[in-house]
T-cell receptor, first 115, second 113 residues
Framework: DTGVSQDPRHKITKRGQNVTFRCDPISEHNRLYWYRQTLGQGPEFLTYFQNEAQLEKSRLLSDRFSAERPKGSFSTLEIQRTEQGDSAMYLC?????????????FGPGTRLTVL | GNSVTQMEGPVTLSEEAFLTINCTYT??????LFWYVQYPGEGLQLLLK?????DKGSNKGFEATYRKETTSFHLEKGSVQVSDSAVYFC????????????FGGGTRLMVKP
């Protein structure tokens, strides 16, 4: 396995612009998670998918955020009308579960800076 | 709701010193517990885990024991190296709640030669 990959690694945008991030999980992993990490803090859960179904969304995920996993493989996270408060590291993790406990493996993250 | 509390850093130690990073948790069910490490400029890496009470997770000389009675999962290492300098995150998940991870705030460890 090549591990979880994320693209881009860095994104600088102006306030009000839309941005989209991509995550490619470890192959055969059926779960994919998105987290957000601000400087000096631990990651916070945003949303997760099992295969192509989005099963949970955090209250942190405002209506400007949308995530998809159309074929149960890669996932995209889009932020519309970005705000300076959206500046953070966006982390993707994947895991395989058959219904019990799982172990999540993280990608390198996408660092977003909103000017 | 679930929460994780870690000792605040930075923790500064000399090489070969003993390390303890405290972690306590609050959970509604029976969580699995994890330690992740983030080296400078890198992503989160799983360091060790424990899935039930009294389990001990271990890896690379680090150990942590799942203590249900004290709701703790303290990270220990007998002799730290400069290469252990990183940020350490304690986390929990519950399989009947989607397995999403709840993280502590992280503890920065700096090891001096």
């Amino acid at each position: 396995d090549t591990g979880v990959s994320q693209d881009p690694r860095h994104k600088i945008t102006k306030r009000g612009q839309n941005v989209t991030f991509r995550c490619d999980p470890i192959s055969e992993h059926n779960r994919l998670y998105w987290y957000r990490q601000t400087l000096g803090q631990g990651p916070e859960f945003l949303t997760y998918f099992q295969n192509e179904a989005q099963l949970e969304k955090s209250r942190l995920l405002s209506d400007r955020f949308s995530a998809e996993r159309p074929k149960g493989s890669f996932s995209t996270l889009e932020i519309q009308r970005t705000e300076q408060g959206d500046s953070a590291m966006y982390l993707c993790a994947s895991s395989f579960t058959s219904g019990g406990e799982d172990t999540q493996y993280f990608g390198p993250g996408t660092r977003l800076t909103v000017l | 709701g679930n929460s994780v509390t870690q000792m605040e850093g930075p923790v500064t130690l000399s090489e070969e010193a003993f390390l303890t990073i405290n972690c306590t948790y609050t959970a509604t069910g029976y969580p699995s517990l994890f330690w992740y490490v983030q080296y400078p400029g890198e992503g989160l890496q799983l360091l060790l885990k424990a899935t039930k009470a009294d389990d001990k997770g271990s890896n690379k000389g680090f150990e942590a024991t799942y203590r249900k009675e004290t709701t703790s999962f303290h990270l220990e290492k007998g002799s730290v190296q400069v290469s252990d300098s990183a940020v350490y995150f304690c986390a929990l998940s519950e399989y009947n709640a989607g397995n999403m991870l709840t993280f502590g705030g992280g503890t920065r460890l700096m090891v001096k030669p």
